[in-house]
């Protein structure tokens, strides 16, 4: 088992990765910007390292600066959480050259997953369903047209290193395509600097259901279960549950095993999600594969009380898994808000929610300071039931137990949000956010005046 761990990010991963390792005896050494100096991570890891200013260029996504202080400090790991230089394969390649192991797959692994399109002909090869789409890449806006005319409209046209929603647009017809190519290209290429393109058919209102798979260096895989997170605001996700309710038993395990598979397609190792659309008609097809933590993991630990991060370490260390498929057992309902700072400032009050079933994932203490300069996701709340009313119920008392004071939040958002009809119905999909907007902003303002 590893001695030391290099953390090589903030906020509340950092913290969820300290904690874990404090759990497994293992020394921490945590890397901060400037910005950070007084934060709960930089305070509760064994050792804490300046690696900059405020600008992540120059702090979190600097890749030499970061090895240099796994170096000095003698770490045998670094975990990199989600985001920052988390999907990075180059850093995972240096990690591997300075013979510090990176907690996550191979680099190879890393950016065969990253460019989509490849991800996609490789699920094709190995029988995964994916959504219909082009062969291959699509190298100019008129074979855009041809390919999304021969596929039928409506069309997603996407770019193969895109991420967070960027370079992906949607054609309702012919005329619409020239636009949304030369739009998502530029876009792509302003972003990643790389412009291959390549086109889906766009399967209207899915639901975003993603598999958690665990998979050791010796070639046992298992899937943890599924997550809907298709309560998303402009692809950003508000808040998750599972089990999701568009899943049968039966469906489940189809998916769970698509889910394997697509694993196995690319030797993958660590912890992973497959991410899915699903139809209402229940076709369900692949979309892309991340290579990390996902901010929502817990809601899976909470019904399966695996602790993901552990199992990650675990893994990274050589250790095999201690779990077959049929261990895995899933029980009640877990939800996880995502509570986003809407304003920054200083906290000058916090109350977080606790008793029976409820969890909270944040670096908030009084005092500090939530920064401008980075995500704007500054806690979540975690709750679990028996059932899945339970488990609203159980949110909905957490979230009116929740103090932030000296920042606004969307705290009251989320609360609205879980006395929603549709969502209480659970029938929801992806254009959740577009149709009860308005509807809940009205229902907080009647209450208000
Ligand atoms: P990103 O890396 O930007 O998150 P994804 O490929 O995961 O990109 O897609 C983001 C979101 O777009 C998904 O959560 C899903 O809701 C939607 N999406 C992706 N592909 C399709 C598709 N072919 N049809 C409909 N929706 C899609």
Redesign the pocket.
């Known amino acids: 088992m590893f001695k030391r761990i290099l953390i090589a990010n903030r906020g509340e991963i950092a913290l969820r990765i300290i904690r874990c390792c404090e759990e497994m005896g293992i020394e921490t050494v945590v890397v901060y910007s400037t910005e950070d100096r007084d934060s709960l991570p930089v305070i509760t890891a064994t050792k804490a390292v300046c690696i900059g200013p405020a600008k992540s260029t120059e702090s979190y996504l600097n890749q030499d600066r970061i090895l240099e202080a796994a170096k000095l400090t003698d770490c045998d790991a670094i975990h990199t959480g989600y985001g920052f230089l988390s999907e990075n394969a180059d850093f995972a390649r240096k990690c591997e050259e300075n013979e510090i192991k990176f907690i996550g797959p191979s680099h190879e692994i890393i950016s065969g997953m990253g460019n989509?399109q490849n991800a996609r002909e490789l699920m094709i090869k190995n029988h995964v369903n994916v959504?219909p789409?082009s062969d291959g890449l699509v190298n100019s806006p008129e074979e855009a047209e041809i390919v999304a005319e021969r596929l039928g409209f409506p069309v997603?046209i996407?770019a193969s290193a895109?991420?967070?929603?960027?370079?992906?647009r949607r054609a309702f017809s012919k005329d619409e395509v020239k636009e949304a190519y030369n739009s998502a290209k530029a876009e792509t290429l302003a972003a990643f600097g790389n412009g291959d393109m390549y086109i889906?058919?766009?399967?209207?209102?899915?639901h975003?259901i993603e598999f958690q798979i665990l998979a050791d260096e010796y070639g046992n895989i298992i899937y943890l279960g599924e997550r809907d997170?298709?309560i998303?605001k402009n692809?950003q996700?508000l808040l998750e549950e599972t089990p999701a309710w568009a899943l049968t038993e039966e469906l489940r395990k189809e998916m769970g095993e698509q889910a394997i598979l697509a694993a196995k397609a690319c030797g993958y190792t660590n912890a992973g999600t497959v991410?899915f659309?699903l139809d209402d008609d229940n076709h369900f097809?692949f979309?892309?594969m991340?290579t990390r933590v996902q901010v929502e993991h817990p809601v899976t630990e909470m019904v399966t009380g695996i602790d993901i991060v552990k199992e990650q370490i675990k893994i990274a260390s050589g250790m095999k898994l201690t779990y077959t498929q049929e261990d895995i057992e899933r029980k009640g309902h877990a939800i996880e808000c995502r509570i986003n700072a809407q304003t920054p400032g200083t906290v000058k009050f916090l109350h977080f929610p606790a008793g029976f079933g409820v969890r909270v994932e944040s670096y908030l203490y009084t005092g500090c300071k939530v920064s401008p300069v980075y995500d704007s996701m500054i806690a979540k709340i975690i709750v679990t039931g028996n059932t899945r009313l339970e488990a609203i119920k159980r949110m909905r008392r957490a979230l009116k137990e929740l103090v932030i004071e000296g920042v606004k939040t969307n705290a009251e958002y989320m609360l609205y949000l879980t006395y929603n009809r549709e969502f209480i119905n659970g029938k929801y999909d992806?254009s959740f956010y577009e149709r009860n907007n308005q509807e809940i902003v009205k229902l907080i303002a009647v209450e208000q005046s």
């Open positions: 989509k959504v789409g997603l996407k895109g991420g967070g929603g960027k370079g992906m889906e058919k766009l399967i209207l209102n899915p975003h997170c298709s998303q692809n996700k991410e659309v097809y979309i892309e991340n992806t």
